[in-house]
């Protein structure tokens, strides 16, 4: 493990240093609660299914690594959030699991395409759904969620103990900054490309033993197609398709 944590190192070493500025543009974005995201996962994670089983949701939002309806594809991901209203969805091309946190409600569905072509619901029946109670001391403990895991972990970065260790410019006009984390358990690297400031895409890469010592990881390439303060309204409420009927 010693030799991954090194090679890691020298990567992001490998040219000269200068101060860090342009991702802090968007660490201000998130802190504002005002913003839309959406990205492309380019490698979303190796995932272990059970074909009778698929979950749904996770920790604090959604999840997708115990879906086979999303095994090896690029996945779609949005999320915006106004305040206390937040929307995240991900997947690809007709089927996408969503999560709305509204009012202090949770409701998780999936948006697909029937066999006509045209779009439905599903929340506990078709064209229905009924809200959980958001459970704050989770997203607290787990942190945001942002769709899919790795792409969480990227996001929550901006906000945590990463450091800054590197910067510089590549072949094609873009510049990137590095960001390093590690204990006695993990190393974690991410870097941020930019075009000019604008955030174009994130590498992310993190190693560590199991609890059986072995050596594990995972990496991960995402195309940022925005990052903006502007909020989606609309989709900040329930779609037309869909019912609520949370006893209250």
């Known amino acids: 493990m010693k030799k991954i ?31 839309t995201i959406r990205y492309n996962n380019l490698t979303p994670a190796q995932r272990v299914t059970n074909r009778d089983v698929a979950e749904l949701y996770g920790k604090s939002g959604l999840i997708v690594e115990g879906n086979d309806f999303f095994l090896n594809r690029p996945l779609n991901g949005l999320i915006t959030e106004n305040g ?3 929307y ?7 089927f996408y699991q969503c999560r709305l946190l509204r009012g202090g409600e949770n409701f998780i569905f999936t948006r697909y395409k029937n066999k006509k072509g045209a779009v439905e619901y599903f929340g506990n029946k078709i064209g229905k759904v009924e809200a ?24 929550n970065a901006m906000k945590s103990n990463y ?3 590197n910067s510089g410019n ?11 984390a590690q204990d006695d358990k993990k190393i974690s690297a991410i870097r941020y490309y930019f075009n000019g400031d604008i955030l174009v895409k994130i590498s992310f890469a993190s190693y560590g033993r ?6 594990t990881g995972s990496k991960c390439i ?7 303060n502007s909020p989606t309204e609309n989709l900040l409420k329930l779609p037309a398709g869909l019912q609520d009927v949370t006893k209250r």
């Open 5 to 35: 944590f090194l090679l890691l190192l020298i990567f992001l070493m490998a040219t000269s240093t200068v101060n860090a500025a342009k991702i802090d543009a968007y660490k201000e974005i998130l802190a504002t609660t005002r913003y």
């Open 84 to 86: 206390e209203n937040r």
């Open 88 to 94: 995240e969805e991900i997947g690809y091309s007709d």
């Open 132 to 155: 959980n109670t958001r459970n704050y001391l989770s997203e607290l403990m787990a942190g945001e969620s942002f769709g899919d895991n790795n792409f969480t972990e990227m996001m």
């Open 163 to 165: 450091k800054f260790i």
């Open 170 to 180: 590549i072949e094609g006009g873009l510049s990137f900054e590095d960001f390093l």
């Open 210 to 215: 199991n609890s059986g010592g072995e050596v």
């Open 222 to 228: 995402v195309k940022i197609l925005e990052f903006t």
